[in-house]
């Protein structure tokens, strides 16, 4: 009732501005980062903290600690990634890349950065944590078949809804043989469905989807294939997948969310990596989130 001002959504568009502009011009973006001198490369990110200052300072909450933060943890991801060694062939060096993604991973999912916000804006620290790893990985590290593009191709559709037909067949029996999943009939009206449907995969695929796709898919999985190899990667990320899970929708160990996000993983991996494109595996994701919470939920 109270969340939303003028000031509110300007937070939000510059929140969501860098994730919008690496998603649709990476070029553009790559090209004005590589203009910057290397000291500007690193600290310009200090700046994800002006969404936390206007958001804090207009509802009376403003913290030193937490603006410092959110100035110092995306310029400390720039420079870890922006050494001579990190793309140096025949160096590969991943552990940088590992504790990156292993703190950016458990701050979102532990929420343990989310007091620093007021109830229901909580959502600005998940952006603003994306955005970080966003300008560290793709901007300064440069790190290769990432796959992140929001310009989507027709091919990306095709792939992305092949893996979700494949899994919905094994995700209906073994959810509905768990207990988790049960059957909720949304309505008779096809227009009205067909727009609920629509409007929910929309924000699915940009709030949900595309995230965790490209922190799972495009930067983890990404990251341990060239250590394990293709197959190990993709069962290790959608076990890790499935573990992030663990927390959701229950106050103790969802292990039923656990297995089914888990075995989704795999159809997930199977999208991203055959192109190696972010919206692919997104467009499952988006797919399998959107008929669950209509229809399953």
């Known amino acids: 009732m109270h969340s939303f001002s003028p000031i509110i959504a300007v937070a939000a568009v510059l929140a969501l501005a860098p994730y919008l502009a690496a998603g ?3 070029d553009r973006v790559a090209e004005c980062t590589g203009k910057m001198p290397h ?29 410092a933060l959110y100035a ?21 060096n991943c552990w940088p890349e590992f504790l990156i993604l292993a703190l950016l991973g458990l701050a979102v999912d532990l929420r343990w950065f989310e007091r620093a916000w007021p109830p229901h804006l909580s959502a600005f620290n998940k952006v603003l944590l994306l955005d970080a790893g966003i ?4 901007a300064i590290r440069k790190l290769d078949g990432v796959g992140f593009d929001l310009r989507l191709r027709w091919r990306d559709l095709a792939i992305g809804l092949r ?8 995700a209906l029996g073994l959810g509905l043989w768990l207990h988790f999943l049960h059957l909720h009939p949304f309505g008779a009206n096809i227009p009205a469905v067909s727009i609920k ?10 709030l949900i989807a595309v995230p965790e796709e490209l922190f799972f898919r495009g930067w983890l999985q990404n990251l341990l294939e060239r250590h394990i190899g293709q197959e190990r990667a993709l069962l290790a990320t959608a076990i ?22 888990a075995v989704a993983g795999i159809f997930y991996g199977r999208a991203w990596r055959r192109d190696r494109r972010v919206g692919a595996s997104a467009v499952t994701h ?12």
């Open 24 to 26: 649709f011009f990476p």
């Open 163 to 170: 893996e979700f037909l494949f899994f919905a067949p094994l």
């Open 240 to 261: 890790l997948f499935g573990l992030s899970h663990f927390n959701k929708r229950a106050a103790h160990f969802n292990w039923r969310y656990v297995i089914l996000a």
């Open 197 to 206: 449907f629509a409007a929910a995969w929309i924000f699915t695929f940009f």
């Open 72 to 92: 110092f943890l995306p310029v400390v991801i720039a420079f870890l990634l922006s050494r001579p060694d990190r793309a140096r062939s025949g160096r590969f």
């Open 286 to 297: 988006a797919t399998v989130d959107s008929v669950w919470s209509l229809w399953f939920h």
């Open 39 to 67: 000291w500007a490369q690193i600290l310009s990110p200090s700046l994800l903290c002006v969404p936390y200052l206007l958001v804090s300072v207009g509802r009376g909450t403003f913290s030193w600690m937490w603006l």
């Open 135 to 138: 300008y560290g990985f793709i």
